[in-house]
């Protein structure tokens, strides 16, 4: 682990994977979309990989890659000092690891399945209870794009046993750790999917509108992208600014104006006979931004405003 890694975890995403080769074992439970695309990865880099999965069947073209296939959880978990588990759920995780502490005990396990930071520390809790060093992986990437300079995964919990492993997880990208508290990962990973969420809400309405008057979704489509990039490139790092140093006044675009012009979006949704779910919750916290008064201050304070 670099000192960088320390000092700024997260602050650019999309690391330069390590490329050494190594040859630490290395076992995959779980070979979904993603678990084969983990263990193909683990594979490739020349890591001796064992596999196991629920419906056997599945271990098949890795074993045809070279992944030496497992009879049981336990026997993929004692093949080597790392184990990388990637299930659909928590409770899939939790269900199928809990009769195996004594093949875990002393090993490092990573949990790459999507969770949250909540259910993130209560494995670890567990894991601790039995020996075990946890790490809380938080995959950004899409299976296609393992083992490329695309993808990264976040990382949290057992500091040392990631910095042991983390030769052998740079096989599936860029590494970022985020700290010690092994819900960071999750929370990371959330709010980066949060982000994303939101984005697919705005091209969702967007393309309903656009469409509402036969114009093609392909043609308007290279002008909501470079809306949305130039959009992006100043609000994520302006409004970071803003709220990290409370300084809410704007002479860009206050929350008054937006508050008068957001009906005119929600009307002409329902003129062009296209639904306004997607955005009456807005609506709902512009007004009372301006009814709590901070009607000349940026959308930034909107920040604010959703502390719950
Ligand atoms: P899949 O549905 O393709 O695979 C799910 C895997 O979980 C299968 O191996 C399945 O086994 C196994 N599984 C589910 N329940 C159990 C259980 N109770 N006991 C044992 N094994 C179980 O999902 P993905 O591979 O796409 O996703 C896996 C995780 O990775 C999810 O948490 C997902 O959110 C996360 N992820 C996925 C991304 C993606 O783009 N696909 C991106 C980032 C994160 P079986 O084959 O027997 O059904």
């Given at each position: 682990?670099t ?5 700024k975890?997260?602050?650019n995403?999309?690391?330069t994977?390590v ?5 630490a074992p ?5 070979l979904g979309?993603?678990?084969t ?5 683990f594979l490739?880099?020349g ?7 629920r419906t056997?069947s599945?271990t098949g073209p ?6 030496t ?6 026997e993929a ?5 790392l184990t ?9 995780v939790?269900?199928?690891?809990r009769?195996h502490?004594?093949?875990?005990t ?7 399945t999507?969770?949250t930071?909540?259910q993130?520390?209560?494995l670890?809790s ?6 075990i060093?946890?790490?809380d ?7 296609q794009?393992i083992a ?5 995964v976040?990382y949290?919990g057992?500091e040392?046993a990631y910095?042991?492993h983390r030769?052998?997880?740079?096989a599936l990208?860029?590494?970022r750790?985020?700290?010690?508290d092994?819900g960071?990962a999750?929370?990371y990973?959330l ?6 969420y939101g984005?697919i809400a705005g091209?969702t309405q967007a393309?309903a509108l656009?469409?509402s ?5 392909r043609?308007?489509?290279p002008?909501?992208?470079d809306?949305l990039?130039?959009?992006t490139?100043?609000l994520v790092?302006g409004?970071?600014e803003?709220v990290?140093?409370?300084r809410?006044l704007?002479?860009v675009s206050?929350?008054?104006v ?5 009906p ?6 329902a003129d062009q006979?296209?639904?306004?779910e997607?955005f ?11 009814a709590e ?7 930034s ?5 959703l502390k719950?």
């Amino acid at each position: 682990m670099t000192p960088e890694d320390h000092a700024k975890p997260v602050t650019n995403p999309v690391a330069t994977p390590v490329t050494t080769p190594l040859s630490a074992p290395v076992s995959v439970l779980g070979l979904g979309l993603m678990g084969t695309a983990l263990a193909a990865a683990f594979l490739k880099a020349g890591h001796p990989t064992t596999v196991w999965n629920r419906t056997p069947s599945k271990t098949g073209p890795l074993t045809a890659q070279g992944a030496t296939p497992a009879g049981t959880p336990a026997e993929a978990i004692t093949a080597g000092p790392l184990t990388v588990v990637c299930l659909t759920t928590y409770d899939d995780v939790s269900e199928l690891l809990r009769p195996h502490t004594t093949a875990l005990t002393g090993r490092t396990l990573v949990n790459v399945t999507n969770g949250t930071p909540v259910q993130a520390r209560k494995l670890a809790s567990w894991a601790e209870e039995h020996g075990i060093a946890y790490v809380d992986g938080g995959i950004m990437a899409v299976p296609q794009m393992i083992a490329t300079p695309a993808a990264y995964v976040l990382y949290s919990g057992d500091e040392q046993a990631y910095a042991t492993h983390r030769a052998a997880l740079a096989a599936l990208g860029g590494t970022r750790w985020t700290g010690t508290d092994p819900g960071l990962a999750p929370l990371y990973d959330l709010s980066l999917l949060t982000g994303m969420y939101g984005m697919i809400a705005g091209v969702t309405q967007a393309y309903a509108l656009i469409r509402s008057e036969g114009i093609a979704a392909r043609e308007f489509a290279p002008l909501l992208s470079d809306w949305l990039t130039a959009m992006t490139s100043s609000l994520v790092p302006g409004t970071a600014e803003a709220v990290d140093t409370a300084r809410h006044l704007t002479d860009v675009s206050s929350l008054a104006v937006n508050q008068a012009a957001f009906p005119g979006l929600l009307h002409t949704f329902a003129d062009q006979g296209v639904r306004t779910e997607l955005f009456e919750p807005m609506r709902t916290l512009l007004d009372r931004a301006i009814a709590e008064g901070h009607a000349a201050d940026g959308l930034s304070r909107l920040v604010e405003l959703l502390k719950a």
